[in-house]
T-cell receptor
Framework: QKEVEQNSGPLSVPEGAIASLNCTYS??????FFWYRQYSGKSPELIMS????GDKEDGRFTAQLNKASQYVSLLIRDSQPSDSATYLC????????????FGKGTKLSVKP | ETGVTQTPRHLVMGMTNKKSLKCEQH?????MYWYKQSAKKPLELMFV???????ENNSVPSRFSPECPNSSHLFLHLHTLQPEDSALYLC?????????????FGEGSRLTVL
C-alpha cells in the first residue's frame, strides 16, 4: 500500500530558527514530491516541488530529496510566526491522479 | 474573481436533503478535481475531470454525484448523505492531468451532515 508518513507534530520552533519538516514514503517507484502549506481554516497551497535527488531552494525554503532513503524534507530558514501552519507532503507514484498520495501533515508553530 | 472559488463555504444538511457544491476556476486550467479532507486523515481524491470528461472515480459512493459542464466549472451533487460524510470538500484545478501534484485549491466547502 502506497503511503506517505509525516510526524503530526506540533513542531514548535522559535522565531528566526530553522524548521525541519520530514516525510517518508513507502514506494521506491515514486517520481515526484510536493510540499503544501495549509493555514488553519484555509486550503492547501503548493509551495515546493522536487523531482530529483538533492536540494532545491526557493527563498527561505529548501526541499531535500533522498530517493535511496525514501525521504523528503522541507527546511524553512529564518522561521517567522507567519510560517505557522500545517505542512502537507505528497508523493506521486505515476499513472493516475489517484497515485498522488498525501501525508496527514505536520503542524508547525513558530513562537515569537 | 481569481483562482479557484467554491460555494457555499459552509453547508449544513440533513441526511434526506439534496444539495450541490459549486466550483469555478479562473486559471484557464484543463483539469479539475474533488478532494475530501477529514480530521486526522490525508487528503482523499474523489473525482478527476480532464477537458470536462471524467477520468477518475476513486470508488466514491453514489450519493456523491459530480458534474462538469465545461473546463471551468465543477459541481458535486449530494443526496442522502451520512454523518460520516461531514468534512471539508476541496475543489482543485491543474493545467492538465500531466501536472499531477501541481494543484490549485479552492477555499473549500465545509459540510456538516446531521
Amino acid at each position: 500500500q502506497k503511503e506517505v508518513e509525516q510526524n503530526s507534530g506540533p513542531l514548535s520552533v522559535p522565531e528566526g530558527a530553522i524548521a525541519s519538516l520530514n516525510c517518508t514514503y513507502s514506494d521506491r517507484g515514486s517520481q515526484s514530491f510536493f510540499w503544501y502549506r495549509q493555514y488553519s481554516g484555509k486550503s492547501p497551497e503548493l509551495i515546493m516541488s522536487i523531482y530529483s535527488n538533492g536540494d532545491k531552494e526557493d527563498g527561505r525554503f529548501t526541499a531535500q530529496l533522498n530517493k535511496a532513503s525514501q525521504y523528503v524534507s522541507l527546511l524553512i530558514r529564518d522561521s517567522q510566526p507567519s510560517d505557522s501552519a500545517t505542512y502537507l507532503c505528497a508523493a506521486f507514484y505515476g499513472g493516475s491522479q489517484g497515485n498522488l498520495i498525501f501525508g496527514k501533515g505536520t503542524k508547525l508553530s513558530v513562537k515569537p | 474573481e481569481t483562482g479557484v472559488t467554491q460555494t457555499p463555504r459552509h453547508l449544513v444538511m440533513g441526511m434526506t436533503n439534496k444539495k450541490s457544491l459549486k466550483c469555478e476556476q479562473h486559471l484557464g486550467h484543463n483539469a479539475m478535481y474533488w478532494y475530501k479532507q477529514s480530521a486526522k486523515k490525508p487528503l482523499e481524491l474523489m473525482f478527476v475531470y480532464n477537458f470536462k470528461e471524467q477520468t477518475e472515480n476513486n470508488s466514491v459512493p453514489s450519493r456523491f454525484s459530480p458534474e462538469c459542464p465545461n473546463s471551468s466549472h465543477l459541481f458535486l451533487h449530494l443526496h442522502t448523505l451520512q454523518p460520516e460524510d461531514s468534512a471539508l470538500y476541496l475543489c482543485a484545478s491543474s493545467r492538465g492531468t500531466g501536472y499531477t501534484g501541481e494543484l490549485f485549491f479552492g477555499e473549500g466547502s465545509r459540510l456538516t451532515v446531521l
